[in-house]
């Protein structure tokens, strides 16, 4: 595992941030870090996923 994603080394407010309702969401700065998509529609994705329609628009 790539040491800095590690769960334990993950900065709030620079990997992500909490919602308004609780939900941990990640910032396109920690998509980058990891380097693919996941293809779970994620809020601030940099790779373009569109999860309505299974593509990548980047």
Same mark, same amino acid.
Not at 7 to 31: A, R, S
Not at 37 to 52: A, I, L, N, V, W
């Given at each position: 595992? !790539? !040491?800095e994603l590690n769960p334990n080394n993950l900065k709030e407010g *620079?990997? &992500?941030?909490?919602t308004? *309702?609780?939900?941990? @969401? &990640?910032t396109e700065k920690y998509h980058l870090k990891r380097g693919y998509c996941c293809k779970s529609? @994620?809020?601030? @994705?940099p790779y373009g996923f569109d999860k309505k329609t299974g593509t990548n628009k980047k």
């Amino acid at each position: 595992m !790539n !040491n800095e994603l590690n769960p334990n080394n993950l900065k709030e407010g *620079e990997d &992500f941030y909490y919602t308004p *309702e609780g939900y941990k @969401c &990640f910032t396109e700065k920690y998509h980058l870090k990891r380097g693919y998509c996941c293809k779970s529609g @994620c809020r601030h @994705c940099p790779y373009g996923f569109d999860k309505k329609t299974g593509t990548n628009k980047k």
